[in-house]
DNA sequence: GCCAACGTTGGC
DNA sequence: GCCAACGTTGGC
């Protein structure tokens, strides 16, 4: 496992905000199988963030700065948050056409399961969309 | 605005 | 504990 990726409507946080941030919470996370994900992050993993609604694509990487823990905002045990912060953008944004028309990526949770908001990247997927980025390594 | 995919709920 | 009905999300 080369890191995560994250989903997030831009409208609501961007990227953009993350940078701004310089630190944030992620949370609003609910969803079972992609809590079960958010366990499993460490301090110091990256993570993909990409933006759903109007751009469909992974614009940057950003790092875990925490372990999981309960939101503390609200009352249930279940509902992890994790800190993250931005490290830098791509290149360029590889948009999710692009990782729809690439075989080698088919069995990318991002293509699999369109709602599920936190996902595991394998190494091998992670090493595909940094070149498809333009990035030379992580 | 529609529909597919998935999660959750509630009746049995 | 099963499953149908319903709600939500996200891509098109």
Redesign the pocket.
């Known amino acids: 496992m080369a890191g995560w990726l994250l989903?997030?409507?831009p409208t609501v946080y961007s990227y953009s905000d993350l940078e701004h941030d310089r630190h944030t919470v992620w949370d609003g996370v609910?969803?079972?199988?992609a809590l079960k994900h958010i366990r499993q992050v460490r301090k110091g993993d990256l993570a993909l963030v990409?933006h759903?609604?109007e751009e469909?694509a992974v614009v940057g990487i950003a790092e875990v700065a925490s372990a999981a823990y309960p939101d503390p905002k609200l009352n249930d045990p279940k509902l992890l948050v994790f800190d993250l912060r931005p490290k830098r953008r791509l290149d360029r944004a590889v948009s999710?056409?692009e990782v729809?028309a690439n075989d080698q990526l088919k069995d990318f949770e991002?293509v699999?399961?369109?709602?599920?908001?936190v996902m595991p990247v394998g190494d091998a997927v992670w090493k595909i969309l940094m070149k498809m980025a333009g990035e030379k390594e992580r």
């Open positions: 989903k997030t409507e609910s969803n079972n199988l990409y759903t609604g469909k999710l056409a729809k991002l699999r399961m369109a709602r599920l908001s």
